[in-house]
Nanobody
Protein backbone atom coordinates (compact mmCIF):
# COMPACT_ATOMS: atom_id res chain seq x y z
CA UNK A 1 0.00 0.00 0.00
CA UNK A 2 1.46 3.31 -1.08
CA UNK A 3 1.59 5.96 1.61
CA UNK A 4 2.74 9.55 1.63
CA UNK A 5 2.76 10.91 5.17
CA UNK A 6 3.35 14.62 5.74
CA UNK A 7 4.52 16.20 8.96
CA UNK A 8 6.00 19.45 10.20
CA UNK A 9 3.12 21.84 9.77
CA UNK A 10 2.08 24.31 12.43
CA UNK A 11 1.60 27.93 13.42
CA UNK A 12 4.41 30.41 12.79
CA UNK A 13 4.74 34.17 12.71
CA UNK A 14 5.36 36.02 9.48
CA UNK A 15 9.04 35.93 8.62
CA UNK A 16 9.52 32.59 10.34
CA UNK A 17 10.44 29.18 9.00
CA UNK A 18 9.05 25.66 8.91
CA UNK A 19 10.27 22.42 7.41
CA UNK A 20 7.74 19.95 6.07
CA UNK A 21 8.56 16.27 5.63
CA UNK A 22 6.94 13.66 3.40
CA UNK A 23 7.73 10.04 4.15
CA UNK A 24 7.01 7.80 1.16
CA UNK A 25 6.48 4.05 1.37
CA UNK A 26 4.83 1.11 -0.37
CA UNK A 27 6.68 1.11 -3.69
CA UNK A 28 9.75 2.32 -5.49
CA UNK A 29 9.54 5.98 -6.44
CA UNK A 30 12.65 6.02 -8.61
CA UNK A 31 10.61 6.94 -11.71
CA UNK A 32 8.52 9.54 -9.95
CA UNK A 33 8.50 13.28 -9.48
CA UNK A 34 7.78 14.23 -5.89
CA UNK A 35 5.94 17.46 -5.33
CA UNK A 36 4.34 19.77 -2.81
CA UNK A 37 0.99 21.42 -3.43
CA UNK A 38 -1.08 23.68 -1.23
CA UNK A 39 -4.70 24.67 -0.88
CA UNK A 40 -5.93 27.73 0.96
CA UNK A 41 -9.57 28.11 2.05
CA UNK A 42 -11.78 28.98 -0.90
CA UNK A 43 -8.98 28.54 -3.41
CA UNK A 44 -7.90 25.82 -5.82
CA UNK A 45 -5.03 23.52 -5.00
CA UNK A 46 -1.82 24.92 -6.48
CA UNK A 47 1.64 23.67 -7.26
CA UNK A 48 4.44 24.73 -4.90
CA UNK A 49 7.58 22.76 -5.74
CA UNK A 50 8.80 19.46 -7.17
CA UNK A 51 11.91 17.31 -7.32
CA UNK A 52 12.80 14.24 -9.32
CA UNK A 53 13.52 11.20 -7.20
CA UNK A 54 16.38 9.90 -9.32
CA UNK A 55 19.49 11.35 -10.87
CA UNK A 56 20.52 14.86 -9.95
CA UNK A 57 17.16 15.69 -8.44
CA UNK A 58 16.08 18.50 -10.72
CA UNK A 59 13.75 20.95 -9.01
CA UNK A 60 10.96 23.31 -9.97
CA UNK A 61 9.21 26.06 -8.01
CA UNK A 62 6.15 28.23 -8.26
CA UNK A 63 7.04 31.88 -8.79
CA UNK A 64 5.37 32.80 -5.51
CA UNK A 65 7.85 30.75 -3.46
CA UNK A 66 11.08 31.06 -5.45
CA UNK A 67 13.94 32.23 -3.27
CA UNK A 68 12.03 31.42 -0.07
CA UNK A 69 11.23 27.70 -0.28
CA UNK A 70 13.60 24.84 -0.99
CA UNK A 71 12.71 21.24 -1.83
CA UNK A 72 15.11 18.39 -1.17
CA UNK A 73 15.13 14.64 -0.77
CA UNK A 74 16.87 11.96 1.27
CA UNK A 75 16.88 8.77 -0.76
CA UNK A 76 18.09 6.70 2.20
CA UNK A 77 15.01 7.69 4.19
CA UNK A 78 12.57 7.83 1.26
CA UNK A 79 11.67 11.31 2.47
CA UNK A 80 11.13 14.60 0.71
CA UNK A 81 11.43 17.93 2.52
CA UNK A 82 10.12 21.43 1.95
CA UNK A 83 12.09 24.09 3.77
CA UNK A 84 9.99 27.24 4.00
CA UNK A 85 11.68 30.50 4.97
CA UNK A 86 10.46 34.08 5.14
CA UNK A 87 6.92 32.85 5.49
CA UNK A 88 4.06 35.21 4.69
CA UNK A 89 0.40 35.14 5.78
CA UNK A 90 -0.52 34.27 2.18
CA UNK A 91 1.43 31.01 2.56
CA UNK A 92 -1.27 29.81 4.95
CA UNK A 93 -2.76 26.62 3.51
CA UNK A 94 -2.97 22.88 3.80
CA UNK A 95 0.19 21.49 2.22
CA UNK A 96 0.04 18.18 0.38
CA UNK A 97 2.79 15.86 -0.74
CA UNK A 98 2.24 14.12 -4.08
CA UNK A 99 3.98 11.62 -6.35
CA UNK A 100 3.66 11.70 -10.14
CA UNK A 101 5.06 9.22 -12.63
CA UNK A 102 7.63 10.93 -14.84
CA UNK A 103 5.49 10.44 -17.95
CA UNK A 104 2.26 11.59 -16.36
CA UNK A 105 0.66 15.00 -16.00
CA UNK A 106 -1.14 14.57 -12.68
CA UNK A 107 -0.08 12.89 -9.44
CA UNK A 108 -0.83 9.24 -8.82
CA UNK A 109 -0.59 9.50 -5.07
CA UNK A 110 -1.41 12.15 -2.45
CA UNK A 111 -0.74 12.55 1.22
CA UNK A 112 -3.37 13.57 3.74
CA UNK A 113 -2.05 17.12 4.09
CA UNK A 114 -0.58 19.20 6.88
CA UNK A 115 -1.79 22.63 7.98
CA UNK A 116 0.54 25.60 7.82
CA UNK A 117 -0.71 28.84 9.38
CA UNK A 118 1.30 32.05 9.18
CA UNK A 119 0.18 34.85 11.48
CA UNK A 120 0.80 38.51 10.69
Amino acid sequence: QVQLVESGGGLVQAGGSLRLSCAASGRSFSNYIMGWFRQAPGRQREFVASISWSGGGSTSYADSVKGRFSISRDNTKNTVYLQMNSLKPEDTAVYYCAARGVLKLIPDYWGQGTQVTVSS
